[in-house]
């Protein structure tokens, strides 16, 4: 009976630790507006590239560390939460499961997922 119990055990650590917020993997950036010249000023911008992982992102060699990153529903609409070591927040709503999106129609910067990890 103790195996069964010790077996349990390992079993949940593993789910647990394989638990991650969903949205692991690479992005693009693209920027947009729906005002027509700050839209062509937005493409000028261009992308860039982004990696999250379960408590971090990469940007051009740098690292941003977390200490958690999870979705937070409210009502129908669903977000990622970034949230560092001193609780502040940064929230992306979540648009699908491959695009976050933070801004408005004046000006936005879309995540678009490349690929999972």
Do not use: P
């Amino acid at each position: 009976m103790a195996w069964l119990k010790l077996v349990s055990i390992l079993a949940l650590m593993m789910a647990l630790t394989g638990c991650g917020h969903g949205f692991e993997g690479e992005y693009e950036s693209e920027a947009g507006s729906s005002i027509e010249l700050m839209d062509v000023f937005a493409e000028v911008a261009g992308s860039q590239k982004f990696v999250i992982g379960k408590n971090y992102i990469d940007s051009e060699g740098n690292r941003t560390e977390f200490e958690e990153i999870f979705v937070r529903e409210s009502g129908s609409d669903r977000y990622l939460v970034f949230k560092s070591s001193v609780n502040e927040e940064d929230v992306w709503k979540i648009i699908d499961d491959n695009t976050l999106m933070k801004g408005n129609d004046l000006m936005s910067l879309k995540l678009v997922r490349m690929t999972s990890q």
